[in-house]
């Protein structure tokens, strides 16, 4: 598999794994979950990990 591919993917799954904590760990809609996470990717990563989620 191609390294970017990948890098891709993961990012994909993460932001939607980010998505999911948002919305079912802090009440987001589904529409402020993913602008929140377009804008503050490295901040949610980081209270999703410190939340246990991921």
Known sequence: MDPSQYHQEYRAY???AL???L???RGFTE???KT???QDFEEVEREA?????L
């Open 23 to 25: 919305i079912e760990q």
């Open 49 to 53: 990990r410190e939340a246990g989620y």
């Open 31 to 33: 529409y402020d979950a």
């Open 14 to 16: 993460m932001e939607f």
């Open 36 to 38: 929140k996470v377009m």
């Open 19 to 21: 998505q999911r904590f």
